[in-house]
């Protein structure tokens, strides 16, 4: 499930059933080395999202995206 982006440069995706913001954000920047916000950092409603953001090229963020999706 995603939220957002439409006029915002940030696109909120709900985490896996079972897996915290933190769990994720450490998962793809291991395994897909994509950076993301976790979360957790914008209080108990934002535990169990991560954040997108696409202030970068379209490429980057194409390729960002790529990465998740592998």
């Avoid at 440069?9 to 985490?15: D, F, L, S």
């Avoid at 896996?16 to 957790?40: C, I, Q, Y």
């Amino acid at each position: 499930t995603v939220s957002g982006g439409t006029n915002a440069p940030y696109v909120w995706a709900k985490c896996p059933e079972g897996m915290g913001s933190w769990d994720l954000f450490d998962k793809l920047l291991r395994e897909a080395h994509v950076v993301t916000t976790p979360g957790a950092g914008f209080g108990p409603s934002g535990e169990g999202y991560i954040r997108f953001t696409a202030f970068g090229t379209a490429e980057a963020t194409a390729e960002a995206m790529a990465r998740v999706k592998k």
